[in-house]
C-alpha cells in the first residue's frame, strides 16, 4: 500500500497530508520519506499530549507540521476541510464503528481523496515461524485491542460487522 501511496505521489511538487488519529506521529514518520520533497501534514487527534509529542519530531526543513485537535466522533469532516491531497491513519480503522467508516468513506469519496490506512487489525493473526509462544502473543494482542477506546467503545457491537477483539 505504501509503494501505491508513493508512486501515486510521485509527480507532485508538493503534498498536503492530513493524518487522522495521528497518535505520537508514526504514521508521518514511517510516509514522509516516500512523498515528494515538500509536505504539508495536519496531524490529528484530541489527545493534546500526543499532539504536542508528535509537533515537535525532528523533520528536514521542507515538511511542515500543524498539529490539530478534533474531536474525530463529532468533527470528522472539519478535519478534513482545507487544502489535503492524502489522508493518512494507522491503527484506526479496526477500531470504529461502522457508521463512523462510512462517514469517513463518503468524505473520502465525496472530496476525490485519497487515503493510506495502515496497521488495521481483525483478530486474527499468524506467525512464521511458528513458536511456543505464537498463542500468549496474538492473545495479549487480542486483550489489548479490546480495551475501551473513547467514542471507539464497543463500536461494533451489534453492528453484524466483523470487528477487532473479543467485545
Not at 515537535?56 to 526543513?61: G, H, N, S, V, Y
Not at 507540521?65 to 484506526?92: C, F, K
Not at 472530496?111 to 515461524?129: C, E, F, K, N, V
Amino acid at each position: 500500500m505504501l509503494d501505491a501511496a508513493a508512486a501515486w505521489a510521485a509527480g507532485k511538487d508538493s503534498i498536503a497530508v492530513v493524518d487522522l488519529a495521528c497518535g505520537l506521529g508514526s504514521t508521518l514518520r514511517s510516509v514522509s520519506g516516500r512523498l515528494p520533497r515538500r509536505q504539508s501534514w495536519r496531524l490529528v487527534d484530541n489527545d493534546l499530549s500526543l499532539l504536542a509529542r508528535a509537533a515537535d519530531l525532528a523533520r528536514p526543513p521542507d515538511l511542515s507540521v500543524m498539529p490539530i485537535p478534533v474531536d474525530l466522533a463529532r468533527d470528522l469532516e472539519a478535519a478534513l476541510d482545507g487544502p489535503v491531497d492524502l489522508i493518512t491513519t494507522s491503527a484506526l480503522l479496526d477500531l470504529v464503528s461502522h457508521d463512523w467508516l462510512d462517514r469517513l468513506v463518503t468524505e473520502t469519496a465525496a472530496r476525490r481523496l485519497p487515503i493510506y490506512a495502515a496497521l488495521s487489525y481483525d483478530g486474527l493473526a499468524t506467525l512464521d515461524p511458528v513458536d511456543p509462544m505464537d498463542s500468549a502473543v496474538i492473545d495479549a494482542v487480542n486483550v489489548a485491542s479490546a480495551r475501551r477506546q473513547g467514542f471507539w467503545a464497543g463500536a461494533w457491537a451489534g453492528s453484524g460487522c466483523r470487528r477487532a477483539g473479543p467485545f
